[in-house]
Every structure is written in structure tokens, then in C-alpha cells.
């Protein structure tokens, strides 16, 4: 394996000032070998006809800012829609509206900031790590304003972090892990304020988190034993990149009043 793209080794972190539930620490760390995988422009894959890797590292610069922004320490405190304009600093205000807009509406009635950013009810006890990271790129088509048909250049992020948090009720240190697809779409990827990106995200909350979108986006650790087995088999596929986020992510109101009934951890 070249070195350049060789995951690195997990600085550990510090999981004895509080009582912790080992367990599944120890299922979480074996089953990712205490490796990280960050996203970084350099892992790209080429560029489809018609777009250049300039266009390419465009859009997945904007990804990685996503991403990393919605697991910033910086978000702690940050009510839901103050995370989400912070995710969003650094895109298009276009883009932004784009974004919120398309998420409202596909969650009519339940809390979607948790999808961008990473809020927990309990305080973190270490900054979150980039399990996995991967990449996916292609050429779709689309429509211009006039109806004419156009190219896109669609850059796709799919990543995986762990959360360690302090959990106040039950007094231990639980693992949380987020999956996230972030999806951007662009004629002219290398922009200006008449060409900005559209974008999209697909998430899932893994060993905790599933009743936020109706918890105030606020993430949770769980203690169920079949949703614990359940979520380890996924991500499991996920770091194998077998497998992306469940398709409920991107999906209507209705799904998600399914998924909660199924998965809610209170």
C-alpha cells in the first residue's frame, strides 16, 4: 500500500477519567484496529470525460469542509440552526438555501440539522475521528435554467466518525458514530456566484443517535443490545465499503416516522 494513502494510526484518547461502557469501546476498536482514514483531496479518483481534476478537487474541497465542520468541537452549545449555518460557512449562500431548503421539505414535521452536524446531549470527551473515508465520482446528466441539457460533475463524500461522549444519566463514556454521503452537483465546478454547487446528504446515527429527528437534532448513545448489533454489522459493511447510509436518510416524512417506531432508542 503507498504510504501517501496508508490509514494512520488512531492517537488514542483518554477513557479513564469516566466510567465507561468498555464493551462496546472495545467491540468499537476492534472492529476499526484503532486506525483513522480522514478525507483529503490527494485519495481522488480521476476525473470523468468532460471535467478536469481541477473541477474535481473544486467540489470535494467544499465536501471536506462540510464534513469537517459538522463534527467541529465549535458546535458545542450551537442550538440546531446555528450548527447549520456554522456547516455551512464556507459554501455559496445559494448553496446554503439550497441545502436547508431541500432538507425541510424532505422531513416535513421532524428535526433535520442532525443530518449536517453532529450535536450530542452529552458533553464529548475527545474530539471526533474519521474512521473511513471514501470517494465517488461521475459525470449525471441535468438542465439548465433555458431547459437545454448539460453535464454535471457529481463529487461524492462518504465518511464515518466516532464521538465519545460523557453520558450524564447513566454516569459512563459511550461511542456514538455518525455515516455520512455528502452529494454535490455542479455545470461549472469551479463556480462563481451564476454557477453554484447543489448539494445533498445522506446520514445515519450508528450505536446511538436515533431519535433525533425528534430529540431537537441532539445525538444520544444507545444501550440496546439489538440496535448495538445491528449498527456494528453496518458499519462494519461501511469501513469494508460494502455499503452506504440506509436510503430512509434522503427519504419523506413517512419513512422516517417508520424508521423511528423501528429504532428509537427511548
Known amino acids: 500500500m503507498d504510504r501517501s494513502t496508508e490509514p494512520t494510526n488512531r492517537v488514542p484518547t483518554a477513557r479513564t477519567t469516566t466510567p465507561s461502557d468498555q464493551s462496546?469501546?472495545?467491540?468499537?476498536?476492534?472492529?476499526?484496529?484503532?486506525k483513522?482514514?480522514?478525507?483529503?483531496?490527494?485519495?481522488?479518483?480521476?476525473?470523468?470525460?468532460?471535467?478536469?481534476?481541477?473541477?474535481?478537487?473544486?467540489?470535494?474541497t467544499r465536501a471536506i469542509d462540510i464534513a469537517e465542520r459538522g463534527v467541529s468541537p465549535d458546535l458545542e452549545g450551537r442550538s440546531p440552526s446555528e450548527a447549520f449555518d456554522f456547516v455551512f460557512a464556507g459554501q455559496y449562500p445559494q448553496t446554503t438555501d439550497y441545502a436547508r431548503t431541500n432538507s425541510r421539505r424532505a422531513t416535513t414535521g421532524?428535526?433535520?440539522?442532525?443530518?449536517?452536524?453532529?450535536?450530542?446531549?452529552?458533553?464529548?470527551?475527545?474530539?471526533?475521528i474519521f474512521l473511513t473515508s471514501r470517494w465517488e465520482v461521475a459525470r449525471v446528466p441535468g438542465k439548465l435554467d433555458d431547459g437545454s441539457q448539460a453535464n454535471q460533475l457529481q463529487v461524492?463524500?462518504?465518511?464515518?466518525?466516532?464521538?465519545?461522549?460523557?453520558?450524564?444519566?447513566?454516569?459512563?463514556r459511550a461511542?456514538?458514530?455518525?455515516?455520512?454521503?455528502?452529494?454535490?452537483?455542479?455545470?461549472?465546478?469551479r463556480g462563481g456566484p451564476a454557477w453554484w454547487p447543489g448539494v445533498g446528504v445522506q446520514a445515519e446515527?450508528?450505536?446511538?443517535?436515533?431519535?433525533?429527528?425528534?430529540?431537537?437534532?441532539?445525538?444520544?448513545?444507545?444501550?440496546?443490545d439489538r440496535v448495538l448489533d445491528e449498527d456494528?454489522?453496518?458499519?462494519?459493511?461501511?469501513?469494508?465499503?460494502?455499503?452506504?447510509v440506509e436510503e430512509y436518510a434522503s427519504s419523506d416524512a413517512d419513512s422516517i416516522a417508520a424508521y423511528l417506531k423501528k429504532y428509537c432508542d427511548d
Request: charged residues 30%.
Open 24 to 34: 462496546t469501546l472495545d467491540r468499537l476498536d476492534r472492529l476499526t484496529d484503532g
Open 110 to 128: 421532524y428535526d433535520w440539522e442532525w443530518a449536517w452536524a453532529s450535536l450530542y446531549e452529552d458533553p464529548a470527551a475527545a474530539p471526533a
Open 205 to 224: 446515527p450508528l450505536l446511538g443517535g436515533k431519535c433525533a429527528p425528534k430529540n431537537d437534532s441532539l445525538l444520544t448513545p444507545s444501550y440496546n
Open 232 to 244: 456494528f454489522e453496518k458499519l462494519a459493511d461501511v469501513l469494508r465499503e460494502v455499503k452506504d
Open 36 to 60: 483513522t482514514r480522514p478525507p483529503r483531496v490527494e485519495d481522488l479518483p480521476p476525473p470523468p470525460s468532460g471535467f478536469t481534476a481541477a473541477d474535481v478537487e473544486a467540489l470535494a
Open 156 to 172: 461524492t463524500l462518504v465518511t464515518a466518525t466516532e464521538q465519545i461522549v460523557d453520558d450524564k444519566r447513566s454516569g459512563v
Open 175 to 189: 461511542p456514538i458514530v455518525m455515516v455520512r454521503s455528502i452529494i454535490l452537483r455542479s455545470f461549472k465546478p
